[in-house]
């Protein structure tokens, strides 16, 4: 339970503090200035639209794709069911908010630079942490290690950290701290929060709106019930969810002008977490 579930959350800020000590000490205080001198937005990243023609490309177009259209490509509703490896209808990108661009929105910028990552008892490769989310955030069967479509995640996932400081999780990484909650997390008092701040948009029921026809998936994913995330995902744990819906929900609020109190953050997901979803899969390994 808990942590556990994301062993690399924890080893990922030790690598960060080695990394940065490391370098610090390598490279001298000169070049370090040189590096976090410059007034460079990581976050920043032209879409690969704009990007010329070209196979390397191609790939790199067709994992952005499946980032913000997750469920057309590789969703439950895929158009090609021979790829239906998630058992959803998520995007990607409904959790890493704008693509793996949005600064504590659990981003992608670093993660290429950053894996493999060392865990507690083990060696975690990106393409592993990628099926993590498969079989977790999107409730699904793990993507073949040597398929286009992980090729092509991987691919989106180098290019937007080309340039960033090599093994460093830049500022943003990860979701925004929180404080532990004053009072004990309420389900109760988070069914209020929900209900004045969530509803509108995911729903009394929790399942979200669906996206225009012929579009497939939603345009507001569900939170709970038979097509969210499953028992097993990182926002199934309430410290991920309020870090998470602290900094970034009301959606169109950002970390730098949330809207829940902490207090709010950590009872709406206390709600959120007393609701059914599917099961933890199998244990794998
Ligand atoms: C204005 C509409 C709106 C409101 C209000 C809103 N959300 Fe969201 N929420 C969204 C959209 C849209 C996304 C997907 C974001 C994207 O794809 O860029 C989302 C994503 C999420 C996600 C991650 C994806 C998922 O399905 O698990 C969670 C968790 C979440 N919202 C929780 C909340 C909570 C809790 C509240 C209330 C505090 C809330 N939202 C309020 C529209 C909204
Ligand atoms: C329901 C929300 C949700 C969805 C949907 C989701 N993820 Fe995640 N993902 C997370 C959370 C939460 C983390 C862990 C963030 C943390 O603890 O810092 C994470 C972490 C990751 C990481 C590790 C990033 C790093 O640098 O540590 C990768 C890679 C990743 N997800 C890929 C994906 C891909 C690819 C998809 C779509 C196929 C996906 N995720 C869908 C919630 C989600």
């Known amino acids: 339970m808990g942590w556990g579930r994301y062993p690399m ?12 000590l490391v370098v610090a000490i390598a490279v001298g205080v ?11 937005d990581w976050y920043d990243v032209a879409n690969p639209a704009t990007l010329p023609a070209g196979e390397e490309n191609d790939l790199i177009r067709y994992g952005h794709d499946l980032i913000v259209e997750t469920a057309a490509n590789i969703g439950k509703s895929a158009r ?15 959790c890493h908010i704008n693509a793996g661009l949005r600064p504590f929105s659990a981003p992608l910028v670093s993660t290429y630079t950053t894996y493999p990552m060392m865990t507690d008892d083990r ?3 990106l393409a592993e942490r990628i099926n993590g989310c498969m079989t977790r955030s999107m409730n699904g069967k793990p993507l073949p290690e040597d398929g286009r479509e992980m090729q092509a995640f991987i691919a989106y996932m180098r290019y937007i950290g080309l340039g960033s400081p090599e093994g460093v999780r830049v500022a943003g990484m990860g979701l925004m701290p929180l404080k532990p909650p004053a009072e004990d997390p309420s389900a109760a008092r988070g ?3 929900y209900a004045e701040n969530c509803a509108r948009c995911h729903g009394a029921d929790g399942k979200g709106s669906p996206a225009e026809p012929p579009q497939v998936g939603y345009a507001v994913p569900p939170l709970w019930g038979d ?7 990182g926002m199934a744990d309430i410290r991920t969810a309020a870090a998470f819906v602290r900094a970034n929900m009301p959606d169109g609020i950002t970390w730098l002008d949330p809207m829940l109190s902490e207090q709010q953050a950590w009872d709406v997901a206390a709600y959120m977490d007393s609701k059914p979803r599917p099961p933890r899969p199998p244990a794998q390994d």
């Open 9 to 20: 959350r924890l080893s990922g800020k030790w690598i960060v503090r080695l990394v940065a």
């Open 30 to 40: 000169g070049a370090g200035y040189l590096l976090w001198g410059r007034a460079k």
């Open 80 to 94: 090609n069911p021979a790829l239906a490896y998630a058992g959803n209808d998520l995007n990607c990108t409904n």
């Open 123 to 125: 060696v975690l490769t």
């Open 191 to 193: 069914e209020a929060v």
């Open 227 to 233: 097509d969210a995330y499953n028992a097993a995902a």
